[in-house]
């Protein structure tokens, strides 16, 4: 088939080629093909540098802009560049002060859909994020992570005065008020 029917198939939102597991509609066959892959576990494509696999050609290159530092999404506002569109998007938002994701409980706003849920679980009381050596919950990923330092060695946050060490910034700053 040649490529001015393929595009015209866009235009006119003709898409035979039909995902069976999730309906999604396809101009090229090789694009179900593709398609299917994020039904399954298969991820043909390589890094090179790293050994991650990806499920489509496209994925892999947007992947390997983090060992090449391109970023072609530039923000007109500051400047700013960005590896992906979507990353450029939700940065534009901080330049005008949108914040399309509302809490319907309280009200407040948010710059992404991510951080909307996050915040749900305060209301909820959700925490599905547990520490597998004491059991403790977390409603954040990175809250846990910053937690597990407490049963690593490693303490980098150190008090100034009396030179005690602590796994957590905060808690460095907690202890800190005992010297004054």
């Known amino acids: 088939m040649n490529h001015l029917k393929y595009h015209r198939r866009v235009h006119m939102v003709e898409k035979p080629y039909g995902c069976s597991t999730c309906g999604k509609g396809f101009v090229r066959k090789s694009g179900l093909?593709?398609?299917?892959?994020?039904?399954?576990?298969?991820?043909?494509?390589?890094?090179?540098?790293?050994?991650?696999?990806?499920?489509s050609p496209k994925d892999l290159k947007k992947h390997r802009r983090v060992h090449t530092g391109e970023r072609p999404y530039t923000c007109s506002d500051c400047g700013k560049g960005f590896t992906q569109s979507n990353y450029l998007l939700v940065h534009h938002r901080t330049h005008t002060d949108e914040h399309p994701y509302t809490c319907a409980q309280c009200g407040k706003g948010f710059t992404q859909s991510n951080h909307l849920l996050e915040h749900q679980r305060t209301h909820t009381g959700e925490r599905p994020y547990t520490c597998a050596q004491c059991g403790k919950g977390f409603n954040r990923s990175t809250r846990l992570l910053s937690h597990q330092r407490?049963?690593?060695?490693d303490h980098p946050f150190l008090s100034p005065v009396c030179g005690e060490r602590f796994a957590m910034a905060s808690h460095a700053l907690s202890h800190q008020r005992v010297h004054t």
Request: charged share 30%; hydrophobic share 20%.
């Open 33 to 55: 093909r593709d398609h299917q892959r994020v039904h399954s576990s298969e991820r043909p494509f390589t890094c090179s540098d790293c050994g991650k696999g990806f499920k």
């Open 150 to 153: 407490v049963h690593a060695s």
